[in-house]
């Protein structure tokens, strides 16, 4: 297996526009997860999905942020409008259904709104 | 729920040095530990991880972590650092009923003085 593809790997958008990152999770991974990384506030979690449900949001910042997944093997994370304070390194995490069982990152999003 | 505290996020050693980031976790059931490294500009990636068992866990790159209930810590060493071990460290935490929430504390950056 390739591993979490996340495309694209950087992304220069101009503030106010919409930026859709995509995910590609290790297949027959059920768990689906969307990290930020900022230098400020770490590793925050926005959202995770079980077998494509979204199952806890609370991590996502405000409206502006959506995510969806749907099929086992593709998810978006949509930011509308952006915002310069968005910029950061966005991850996503896949794992299989077994709990003592590692997350596997992808390589991550540079987003920068300017 | 769980939580997790890296005590120090910076740690600077001489090469050749032993290494020691610490980690403390809370969880209301016994957990499932891991320690994730990441190098610059790449995902995260996994060191080692303690499920059950054997309390010292040996993972790649001469790292290894101690599990100590008593202490509720899960502290990472290596006896010789080398200079690429110079990375971001995270911490990790899972409780071990089936839940899947992965959460991490806020990571230590480890720099290796020549």
């Known amino acids: 297996d390739a591993g979490v593809i996340q495309s694209p790997r950087h992304e220069v958008t101009e503030m106010g526009q919409e930026v859709t990152l995509r995910c590609k999770p290790i297949s027959g991974h059920d768990y689906l997860f969307w990290y930020r990384q900022t230098m400020m506030r770490g590793l925050e979690l926005l959202i995770y999905f079980n077998n494509n449900v979204p199952i806890d949001d609370s991590g996502m910042p405000e409206d502006r942020f959506s995510a969806k997944m749907p099929n086992a093997s593709f998810s978006t994370l949509k930011i509308q409008p952006s915002e310069p304070r968005d910029s950061a390194v966005y991850f996503c995490a896949s794992r299989n259904r077994v709990p003592n069982t590692e997350a596997f990152f992808g390589q991550g999003t540079r987003l920068t709104v300017v | 729920a769980q939580s997790v505290t890296q005590l120090g996020s910076h740690v600077s050693v001489s090469e050749g040095a032993l290494v020691l980031l610490r980690c403390n976790y809370s969880?209301?059931?016994?957990?499932?530990l891991f320690w994730y490294v990441q190098y610059p500009n790449q995902g995260l990636q996994l060191l080692l991880k303690?499920?059950?068992?054997?309390?010292l866990v040996k993972g790649i790159n001469g790292f290894e972590a101690e599990f100590k209930k008593s202490e509720t810590s899960f502290h990472l060493t290596k006896p010789s650092a080398h200079m690429s071990d110079a990375a971001e460290y995270f911490c990790a935490v899972t409780p071990n009923n089936a839940g899947n929430m992965l959460t991490f504390g806020g990571g230590t950056r480890l720099m290796v003085k020549p």
């Open positions: 303690y499920t059950t068992g054997a309390t």
């Open positions: 969880s209301s059931v016994p957990p499932y």
